[in-house]
């Protein structure tokens, strides 16, 4: 009987050791996998984040010049001009900017045109707003995987962030 338990007894050994090593080997490559995942998975995120933003900025700044012109050609100081007027931060919101330059260029102003106008820069700056904050939420969230002890290592032992990251998220 003796012989049987000193038998057993190597091979609960073997199995406990062979059983632990999958256990360790299965959570590496669970957080391996799931780091990949991610990182992937937040800068295409953000890439697409800040696609939109550009895409927002583009058609707003398209639609007022539209109304500001008509079908004239646009001169990039005006729509330079329109697109830091969504991007300014909101205590500097200033439609006063774009009437100077109409008024500079002799272009004809109603209170219909004007108040079209208001309402173009302000829904755009409106959804401009919304969606950069959105994306500094989701960067400042991907910071913080990154600076973290645990996704952190697993991010870079997987080559994250591929992405050129602001010290500071979007502001």
């Given amino acids: 009987m003796e012989e049987q338990k000193e038998s057993n007894q190597p091979n609960f050994k073997l199995v406990l050791s062979v059983g632990g090593t999958f256990v360790v080997v299965l959570i590496l490559i669970i957080s391996q996998v799931t780091a990949t995942s991610i990182g992937e998975r937040t800068e295409n995120l953000i890439k697409t984040g ?47 900017d ?13 209170d219909l045109r004007d ?25 400042h969230a991907y910071h913080q995987a990154i600076d973290s002890l645990y996704s952190g290592f697993w991010l870079s032992i997987n080559g994250y962030p591929k992405l050129t990251l602001n010290n500071r998220p979007t502001q």
């Fill in 50 to 96: 800040q696609l939109e933003l550009e895409a927002i900025l583009d058609q707003y700044s398209s639609q007022v010049s539209n109304i500001v012109l008509g079908s004239e050609p646009r001169p990039d100081s005006l729509v330079d001009m329109i697109r830091n007027n969504f991007v300014a931060p909101p205590e500097m919101e200033s439609d006063q």
């Fill in 115 to 139: 108040e079209k106008i208001r309402q173009l820069i302000t829904s755009g700056r409106d959804a401009y707003q919304k969606k950069r904050l959105a994306l500094r939420e989701m960067e």
């Fill in 98 to 110: 774009l009437f100077q330059w109409m008024k500079e260029h002799d272009i004809a102003m109603s």
